[in-house]
């Protein structure tokens, strides 16, 4: 680009311009002269382009305003009326991001398409989304995506509904971000940050309709956004749209939309609180211990770069000395940290979790006296150059998983922008490398200790203790409340809410007008790419091991991961072989301590994991391929370390340290439990596919069935340890075989010699040992399980396998996957329902799933499901629609990969016998996909939903009213096998 500072371009004044080498970019800085929008383009060669324009949003309540005005914004608009232009986008277009994000201080609307003409259909959706939204004209948004009284008849009780307001019910049932609720506002108590962005379930009912404009009125300006433009695009073509079409129509103002430096505390605050359990759980460890830092500002990108390691050195890794030492003094199960600089002060937050309310002045004591001894004695400099090769070992990978890059970038640079600052100074990371090494070597790393921790006095300890009382009487207090509010109304305002409510369900149930659904712009079938994706992937041998090589520009980087047949674990070993997995890496071998061993993973490697699970053959139900499978990726220059790292955790591991063993079994039950809160809608997937496939089955006992074990396990360690110990000895000798090995490796094929040399090396060191192979044993066992919570909402999941009734995996499963989300579940579920989303999947192993998220109803989303067969029936749709399905069908095929994605699909669908000739099929099958053939396949629905089976995970309440649908009912924490 030949551009030049202070000149116009299509009226932007280009303010700067930069290289940002660690991104092979060019940045350009531009300021629109009439309407005082701020844009960013980062002129790189990535062909995944991403647009996003942000605005600063300060709440000054609870109510969510900003939540529900980014909901709403995307419910119609000035030129695309349709009532939901997002889900015609999701529909129809070849994005690889699509989406909107309220944060604590911000809004972001960004979108992602690698197809040029695809990625100005979304910019000019979402411009005119943002600038021209329908919500300030319809009352019946805010009523859909936020809140509204809904009574359908006189003698009805009344009730509140609303996707945000289920949405944030669900949200806040999580104690984990329940507390992370309470800490912000508690952290900040005199500025925007005092209050929930999401909002408070308690006030979004007080969001009144003037209220909601007028936040939309006062932010949503050019003047108050931030424009991002990344990636190989015209970018004058670009620049001359958004003028013309947009910003020339705006008058630049004063918009006040700063955020005030919250004041520091003259002194440490304490505090206490509860969070709901369900009534009787058991709340013996399961209290949660913060202590929580404010200091200086996300503009001091040095001073974060450090601090931000200091977590890394001080918490995140088994050999950190803070951490080590609260779990070694009982104060918990496990801690868990995070530096958050995604707000203008930053906090840093350090939780035990699995703790007791008594042990808090315990926790800051060591807390204090570990710090002091850290700062006197010094940190050891091989945990800060760990922390230091891992950190940027991440950086230099850039792997974001589906995520693109550019979206990531646009996140990392709003923590400069959004306050003010330079938004380039946070992706270039080269200068705070080489300053932070330097600094390694000195005690500057102590003196920030002393600085952040010990003389800051703006922090604060918390204590979050359970209470099985105050879910219950919150739902009283809100029936009476609703009671309260009914009995004060009139007759005529009753009324007027019935009609309200009707008025609502027939805008949801009405459909588009084929004129509005002609405003959403599309692509045509001739603008996709026939030719399906082929894997990367070559067959050779190594010393008679299988080795899959994919060849992948990895950046010097090699991604290796070890496939070992796991027949030989018997189905009474599985819980165990899941906790071997879960402590590999972290016990000693015989060459290192656990903490020397995480410190040379970490110096030497971008990380090393484990993982059991089991695949199935494509269209074969009945089969199970267990697989214990090692992850690892290292610089090409780092593989004799990387082998050497290797041996010692399958090789060399030990399980004879009674203390670590008990520590690392203790923490495995309180992560369960936490994420059991945390993934209900994963425990209901994972319950249904074990009802109907033995790799399901298989893969569910690493899930609820594993909790019921290490609960157990923990409950009775020191009697058990013994045969624990003896057990998991034999069972990693039996597991880390040559036997059936297959290797996946990822790199450039002009390094993949070296690689076999070190891998040869290697691979004598495994076993050859063979052990006998053990039949997973498995029956179809319906069990229609309902799992109580202390959740507000429910996550209701129906499932069943086709090709046991009769039917193959065929690509318009894949269209119709498409049309049930994106317009049926999306209408009846989340719409109509108030649920925040619904799911389906059509597996190749016949796995039907149906399921719904953070849903407040039960029986109504059954009630839907069972629709789906008369749904498709009738279902008449435009020549048009039908192209837009398939479009959006084939955006989820063409996701872009990372270059460890490539390698690692490619193993997966090796291991699955997928061949690039059923890619093609399946695509072929998508692209002609009719009507006709999709509304035949409500034969292949109604069987397998007389043939299905269903399970829950929800509210206790919710669920006892229900209980007649349910083959058993039980706590969660109290579920078995």
């Not at 609870?62 to 939540?67: I, L, Q």
């Not at 850290?374 to 950086?395: H, M, P, Q, S, Y």
């Not at 921790?453 to 609703?482: G, S």
């Not at 209900?680 to 069935?705: D, H, I, M």
Request: hydrophobic share 40%.
């Amino acid at each position: 680009m030949n551009f030049e500072n202070n000149k116009i371009y299509h009226g932007f004044r280009l303010v700067k311009s930069s290289p940002i080498k660690e991104l092979d970019a060019e940045s350009y800085q531009f300021i629109h002269e009439k309407s005082g929008a701020r844009l960013l383009f980062l002129d790189t060669d990535d062909d995944n382009k991403v647009f996003s324009i942000s605005f600063r949003t300060t709440p000054t309540d609870d109510t969510g305003v900003a939540h529900i005005v980014e909901h709403s914004t995307l419910c119609g608009s000035r030129k695309f009326r349709t009532k939901e232009p997002f889900v015609e986008l999701l529909k129809g277009s070849l994005n690889t991001f699509l989406n909107a994000m309220t944060f604590p201080d911000k809004t972001m609307y960004p979108v992602a398409s690698q197809n040029d003409k695809d990625f100005q259909n979304l910019i000019d959706v979402y411009l005119d989304a943002v600038f021209y939204p329908l919500m300030t004209q319809m009352p019946e948004i805010l009523m859909q995506e936020g809140w509204h009284y809904e009574i359908d008849n006189t003698d009805a009780p009344l009730r509140y509904s609303g996707v945000v307001y289920n949405e944030m019910k669900g949200a806040l049932s999580s104690p984990e971000s329940l507390l992370e609720r309470r800490l912000l506002n508690s952290m900040f108590p005199d500025n925007t940050y005092a209050f929930e962005s999401g909002g408070d379930p308690e006030s979004i009912p007080s969001l009144t309709q003037k209220d909601f404009i007028e936040f939309h009125q006062k932010y949503y300006h050019p003047a108050n956004s931030y424009i991002y433009l990344y990636g190989k695009m015209d970018i004058m073509q670009k620049l001359a749209f958004l003028d013309d079409e947009y910003l020339s129509h705006f008058e630049k103002i004063d918009i006040v939309s700063h955020i005030d430096m919250q004041l520091p505390f003259k002194k440490e605050k304490r505090s206490t609180d509860v969070y709901p359990v369900s009534s009787g759980e058991d709340k013996t460890g399961k209290t949660f211990l913060s202590y929580n830092f404010v200091y200086g500002t996300a503009l001091d990108t040095l001073k974060c770069f450090a601090v931000d390691l200091l977590d890394y050195v001080l918490l995140k890794s088994q050999s950190a000395p803070l951490r080590n030492a609260l779990i070694k003094a009982g104060i918990g199960a496990d801690v868990s940290s995070s530096f958050d600089t995604g707000l203008l002060q930053p906090w840093w937050n350090i939780t035990v979790t699995g703790a007791e309310p008594e042990n808090t002045d315990k926790f800051r004591d060591i807390f204090i006296h570990t710090i002091k001894e850290l700062v006197e004695k010094g940190i050891d400099k091989k945990l800060l150059r760990a922390a230091f090769n891992i950190t940027e070992f991440k950086l230099r990978e850039a792997d974001f998983g589906q995520a693109p890059k550019g979206l990531i970038y646009n996140i990392h640079l709003m923590k400069s922008w959004l306050y003010d600052g330079d938004p380039v100074s946070q992706l270039q990371y080269e200068s705070l490398l080489a300053e932070i090494k330097e600094k390694i070597e000195t005690d500057y790393f102590e003196k920030l200790l002393q600085e952040v921790l010990l003389d800051n006095q703006h922090k604060l300890l918390f204590t979050f203790i359970p209470d099985d009382k105050i879910a219950a009487a919150n739902e009283k207090k809100l029936t009476v409340l609703l009671q309260k509010k009914k009995e004060a109304l009139s007759a005529e305002e009753i009324e007027t809410i019935i009609a309200n409510t009707k008025k609502l369900k027939q805008r949801q149930q009405t459909p588009d007008s084929p004129e509005a659904l002609q405003t959403i712009p599309m692509l045509a079938l001739s603008d996709i790419d026939k030719k399906a994706r082929k894997f990367i992937i070559e067959k050779k041998t190594i010393d008679g091991i299988e080795v899959l090589a994919h060849n992948v520009n990895t950046n010097d980087i090699a991604y290796l991961d070890l496939y070992f047949d796991a027949s030989s674990i018997s189905s009474a070993k599985l819980p165990l072989a899941f906790l071997l997995v879960d402590i590999l890496s972290k016990v000693a071998t015989e060459k290192y301590s656990y903490e020397e061993l995480a410190n040379a993973v970490n110096l030497n490697t971008g990380g090393i994991s484990f993982d059991l699970s089991a695949y199935s053959k494509i269209g074969e139900p009945d089969s199970v391929i267990p697989k214990l499978i090692v992850r690892s990726k290292a610089l090409t220059a780092k593989l004799p370390e990387l082998f050497e790292l290797l041996e010692q955790l399958t090789v060399k591991s030990c399980f004879t340290d009674k203390a670590r063993l008990k520590e690392l079994v203790v923490q495995s039950k309180a992560n369960m439990e936490l994420d059991l809160l945390n993934s209900a809608q994963q425990v209901v997937a994972s319950r249904l596919s074990s009802y109907f496939s033995p790799s399901g089955a298989y893969n569910e006992q690493g899930g609820l069935t594993f909790y019921s074990f290490i609960k157990d396990l923990a409950d009775n360690f020191d009697e058990r340890y013994d045969l624990l110990q003896h057990d998991l000895a034999k069972l990693f000798s039996s597991s880390f075989t040559r036997k059936n090995l297959l290797v996946s490796i990822t790199l450039k094929d002009t390094q993949y010699d070296a690689f076999s040399a070190e891998f040869s090396k290697f691979a004598v060191k495994i076993s050859d040992k063979a052990y006998p192979l053990q039949k997973f044993s498995f029956e179809i066992n319906k069990k229609n399980e309902g799992f109580q919570s202390s959740s507000q909402v429910q996550y209701v999941g129906r499932g069943a396998n086709f090709i046991r009734n009769g039917y193959q995996y065929t690509g318009k499963l894949a269209v119709l996957s498409t049309i049930l989300r994106c317009t049926y579940f999306w209408n009846k579920i989340r719409v109509q329902g108030g649920a925040y989303g619904a799911f389906v999947r059509f597996g190749r192993d016949g796995e039907l799933y149906f399921g719904s998220y953070r849903d407040p109803n039960l029986m109504e989303t059954l009630q839907a499901y069972d629709g789906t067969v008369d749904f498709l029936k009738n279902m008449n749709i435009s020549d048009r629609e039908m192209t837009k399905y398939i479009i959006g069908t084939i955006s989820n095929l063409d996701v872009p990969l990372t270059p460890s994605a490539k390698g690692k699909s490619a193993a997966a669908a090796y291991i699955c016998g997928i061949t690039d000739q059923s890619i093609q099929k399946i695509r072929d099958e998508v692209l002609s996909a009719s009507q006709e053939e999709i509304k035949d396949l409500n034969k292949m629905i109604d069987a397998c939903l007389k043939d299905s089976a269903i399970c829950v995970v929800g509210n206790e309440e919710k669920l006892k009213e229900n209980q007649t649908i349910f083959k058993s009912t039980c706590n969660i924490f109290e579920a078995s096998n």
